[in-house]
């Protein structure tokens, strides 16, 4: 007959130490502080399925630890995320709103879902009031099938941005319907399964301003300079027909009238009333002579300017141009002790003698009008005639060119000088009013 052992038998108690020995070694390092194992070369069955059951329990609370360790971790690092997240936004937002460019983003349709302050200041709008709206409406109308296809285009590449309008001048629209020259950038992002465009813009009008008032004056520099030189080469044919004309026919008349007072001489019968005649002739023609030379020197330079002053020279100039012309010259020329250099006084001259001339040539005036003060640190001059007005300057520009260049010069020579030049027409005639920094005027450095 077969024996099943008891469980209180011996075989039982050898596979139970067998297990308690196992777990025990598995176990000792982490549960020395939890349990207390105690072995003897007896142990009931009651004893280790108690340990058994402990091991379980212990193990099973500690997985439930672990598990609520790893949710707090994970709650922290999810709340550590969110809060930079939030951070990068916060900073992104504050970057966005004090950005000196004014940026607009779009979505694929091309609605605006952003706008910052610079840009409603630009556009001359309300965000709030734009704000899923069509960017089209700032872009203008001919213009806007094309923009909108370069949108597309852009999307479809794999570029992060692009310079807009790098071949052209690009324009956009304020709310008020005014047009207004732009640069731009676009940029392309994505945000989940949307795609949203970034336009920064910037308004150049200021510079294309400048750049044209650049290009104007490079422009007036290089016909002033071409027309300076025809002036020069007009000047020299000038003073060779004065000298041919003035003095070739005065020193011809000398040479004649001492050919006939050395034939009078060498004959036997000398007439001197006649010899003294030819004489007096000739002290005439000399001194016409050198009246030519003085008049043709003066209007190179007059002396005076040099020897007597600005004012003085002015004065001069006055009363030469009344008597050529016809037209008189009144004049105020208060400028007290001021004394200016030599290269502002010959600037200052040239301006008046250029104005003068236009007014001789074109203004059909009677009456010119010339005031020059001092006044604290500026010096002003006016001058002003009783003539046509504008019609006379139009009048005086080239017809070569279309401009002006005697105006156009007193304009040059005002700006060398650091003054401002004005134009107007009081009621009848023409107004040019100047005003010059007086230390510029006292200054050895100034050119004329």
Not at 242 to 270: C, F, N, P, R
Request: aromatic fraction near 4%; hydrophobic fraction near 40%.
């Amino acid at each position: 007959m077969n024996t099943v052992a008891s469980p209180t038998g011996q075989s039982l108690r050898t596979a139970l130490t067998m297990l308690a020995t196992f777990m025990a070694g598995v176990l000792a390092a982490s549960f020395t502080a939890c349990l207390t194992l105690r072995w003897t070369t007896t142990v009931a069955g009651a004893s280790v399925l108690a340990i058994l059951v402990a091991c379980i329990v212990w193990s099973h609370r500690e997985e439930r630890r672990n598990r609520l360790a790893r949710a707090r971790s994970h709650e922290n690092n999810l709340h550590g995320a969110t809060s930079i997240q939030t951070f990068d936004e916060a900073r992104l937002t504050a970057i966005i709103r004090s950005s000196r460019e004014a940026i607009v983003t779009i979505d694929a349709m091309q609605r605006i879902v952003l706008m910052n302050p610079m840009a409603e200041e630009l556009l001359g709008c309300d965000a709030a009031k734009v704000i899923g709206g069509p960017l089209s409406r700032f872009i203008p109308e001919r213009f806007r099938i094309a923009h909108a296809k370069h949108v597309e285009h852009f999307g479809a590449t794999s570029g992060s941005d692009r310079r807009m309008g790098s071949q052209r001048v690009l324009y956009a629209l304020r709310a008020d319907g005014r047009e207004f020259p732009i640069e731009a950038s676009i940029s392309q992002s994505q945000y989940g399964n949307e795609k949203l465009y970034t336009v920064m813009l910037r308004d150049i009008t200021g510079r294309m301003r400048a750049e044209e008032a650049l290009r104007q004056s490079r422009e007036d520099l290089r016909e002033l300079s071409a027309n300076l030189q025809r002036v020069r080469e007009e000047e020299k044919a000038h003073i060779a027909r004065e000298l041919h004309d003035d003095l070739g026919q005065s020193l011809t008349a000398l040479k004649m009238d001492l050919s006939v007072i050395g034939h009078a001489l060498e004959s036997e019968g000398i007439d001197n009333a006649y010899v003294h005649e030819r004489l007096q002739a000739m002290a005439r023609v000399i001194d016409a002579t050198v009246a030519s030379v003085r008049r043709i020197a003066a209007n190179q330079r007059p002396a005076m300017l040099d020897d007597l002053g600005l004012v003085a020279a002015i004065d001069w100039l006055a009363d030469d141009f009344s008597q050529r012309y016809g037209i008189r010259v009144a004049r105020r020329l208060e400028v007290g002790s001021a004394a200016f250099s030599h290269g502002a006084a010959t600037a200052i001259f040239r301006i008046v003698q250029e104005a003068l001339t236009n007014v001789a040539k074109h203004a059909q005036a009677s009456l010119v009008t010339l005031a020059m003060r001092v006044n604290g640190e500026h010096c002003t001059l006016d001058i002003v005639d009783d003539g046509r007005g504008l019609p006379a300057v139009e009048h005086a520009r080239d017809p070569r060119t279309g401009r002006n260049f005697g105006l156009l010069g007193i304009r040059e020579r005002v700006h060398m000088l650091g003054g401002t030049l004005s134009t107007g027409e009081p009621g009848h005639g023409f107004n040019l009013s100047i005003t010059f920094p007086l230390d510029a005027l006292q200054s050895e450095e100034t050119q004329p």
